[in-house]
């Protein structure tokens, strides 16, 4: 990698880091209380190189722009079980105060015409770096598992057609769209049953583990 941009993505890659075990650790904190998680996991990425100067000309983002302008070189993404364990996350991130939110995008209630839904926050987060403070925008994705599911075949698909999908592909992605956002209804609608299930096996597992 070139010198220029190891500089540049330094800060990136450490606020990623630092936030997968911050964001991780509010799962913990939540086993540990025996209560339902809202996080299932937690994924963390640096925007490869290439992506970042595809995007910045997509966009028309000068290079020397990219920290102003780029929300996502740096990204985590939290994966729920529930669409409403979504709103639980968004408030416990608005409680922090490690970092600030910029900017809040919800395409949960305003999906994308895609079928993406997600919803987005942007944060400044300080990295301390040794010649002092920089803060950076990261982006948080936070959506369920069907939404994760959809996304992460969309896109690869997205990348194998660039973007210009074939019209049967086209009317398959939307049907899958609906079809996740349908499980995502069933799943909030057994949820108590779910939940109940997932609480007792877990302590059946607790037991096992301490024989
Ligand atoms: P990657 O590879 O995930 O990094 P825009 O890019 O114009 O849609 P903008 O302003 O960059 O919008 O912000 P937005 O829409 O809040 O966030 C962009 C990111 O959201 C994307 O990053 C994807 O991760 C995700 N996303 C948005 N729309 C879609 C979609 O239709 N399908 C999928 N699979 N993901 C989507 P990148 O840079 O596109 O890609």
């Not at 025996?34 to 966009?59: N, W, Y």
């Not at 920290?67 to 079980?81: K, N, V």
């Not at 040794?130 to 996304?151: D, H, P, S």
């Not at 049967?168 to 995502?184: G, N, P, S, T, V």
């Amino acid at each position: 990698m070139e010198k220029h941009w190891e500089f540049f993505l330094a800060p990136y890659k450490q606020a990623v880091e630092e936030l997968k075990v911050k964001l991780k650790g509010m799962r913990a904190q939540f086993e540990m209380q025996g209560v339902h998680s809202p996080i299932e996991f937690v994924t963390g990425r640096v925007k490869p190189i290439a992506s970042i100067l595809d995007k910045a000309q997509k966009k028309n983002i000068p290079l020397d722009q990219l920290e102003q302008q780029m929300q996502d070189i740096a990204g985590l993404r939290m994966m729920c079980q529930f669409v409403d364990d979504i709103k639980t996350v968004v408030h416990l991130l608005r409680q922090r105060n490690d970092f600030t939110i910029v900017e809040e995008r919800d395409y949960i209630t305003q999906k994308k015409e895609s079928g993406y839904r997600s919803y987005h926050v942007v944060i400044r987060y300080p990295v301390q770096m040794i010649y002092g403070e920089k803060n950076i925008l990261v982006e948080i994705q936070i959506r369920t598992l069907a939404m994760n599911f959809w996304a992460t075949i969309e896109h690869s698909l997205n990348y194998k057609y660039s973007g210009k999908f074939p019209e049967d592909i086209k009317q398959r992605l939307q049907r899958a769209a609906e079809a996740a956002y349908l499980l995502d209804e069933e799943m909030s609608k057994i949820r108590f049953e779910i939940q109940e299930a997932q609480a007792a096996f877990s302590r059946k597992q607790e037991v096992k583990d301490n024989e």
